[in-house]
T-cell receptor, first 109, second 115 residues
Framework: TQLLEQSPQFLSIQEGENLTVYCNSS?????LQWYRQEPGEGPVLLVT?????EVKKLKRLTFQFGDARKDSSLHITAAQPGDTGLYLC?????????FGTGTSLTVIP | ETGVTQSPTHLIKTRGQQVTLRCSSQ?????VSWYQQALGQGPQFIFQ???????GRGNFPPRFSGLQFPNYSSELNVNALELDDSALYLC??????????????FGPGTRLLVL
């Protein structure tokens, strides 16, 4: 059972374009994390959001946690080739983390 | 402060064999979680260890077992390997206080191939 659904699954854009990745669930999470993963490596934490409605910015990346703490979005402004990777959201509930299906982003120079 | 480390980095086994994967948690962390990540998919939760006891388990059969040691390092053991066990196995450490679990940090993973 996949608690978190991400969309789109694949995304290929030109350098300089903007994009948004969505992470949706019918479950409520105490916190939600976004990770980026390179091929053959472990996920690297980008941000943790805890409060419903919270918005966090990390340079060109903007993360938002839904008011009901069931969904989140990641917006990238002026994408660069270095942003290429697999973006994963993960929700924490109790003593478990549930990962989304992942969004594979390719930024073409 | 040292990060999460895993060994070995790569491993090849044949069907029916047993394997042990190891993880050293980040300094100051008391909780270790293990995940299986098949190619092109998100990680799937196997189980978590806290204070040397299993503290939650995902939808994996009993042939997946684990240990946590007093220094909070951990092992994942898989018996009777099947072809579908081929995956990247990720370890993540975090610090748990009461009911609250802080953000987890991942190791680089062990790539297991079952032939």
């Amino acid at each position: 059972t996949q608690l978190l659904e991400q969309s789109p699954q694949f995304l290929s854009i030109q350098e300089g374009e903007n994009l948004t990745v969505y992470c949706n669930s019918s479950s409520v999470f105490s916190s939600l994390q976004w990770y980026r993963q390179e091929p053959g490596e472990g996920p690297v934490l980008l941000v943790t959001v805890v409060t419903g409605g919270e918005v966090k910015k990390l340079k060109r990346l903007t993360f938002q946690f839904g008011d009901a703490r069931k969904d989140s979005s990641l917006h990238i402004t002026a994408a660069q080739p270095g942003d290429t990777g697999l973006y994963l959201c993960a929700g924490a509930t109790g003593n478990q983390f549930y990962f989304g299906t992942g969004t594979s982003l390719t930024v073409i120079p | 402060e040292t990060g999460v480390t895993q060994s070995p980095t790569h491993l090849i086994k044949t069907r029916g064999q047993q394997v042990t994967l190891r993880c050293s948690s980040q300094s100051g962390h008391n909780t270790v979680s293990w995940y299986q990540q098949a190619l092109g998919q998100g990680p799937q939760f196997i189980f978590q260890y806290y204070r040397e006891e299993e503290n939650g388990r995902g939808n994996f059969p009993p042939r997946f077992s684990g240990l946590q040691f007093p220094n909070y390092s951990s092992e994942l053991n898989v018996n009777a390997l099947e072809l579908d066990d081929s995956a990247l196995y990720l370890c993540a450490s975090s610090h748990k206080r009461g009911l609250n679990q802080e953000t987890q940090y991942f190791g680089p993973g062990t790539r297991l191939l079952v032939l």
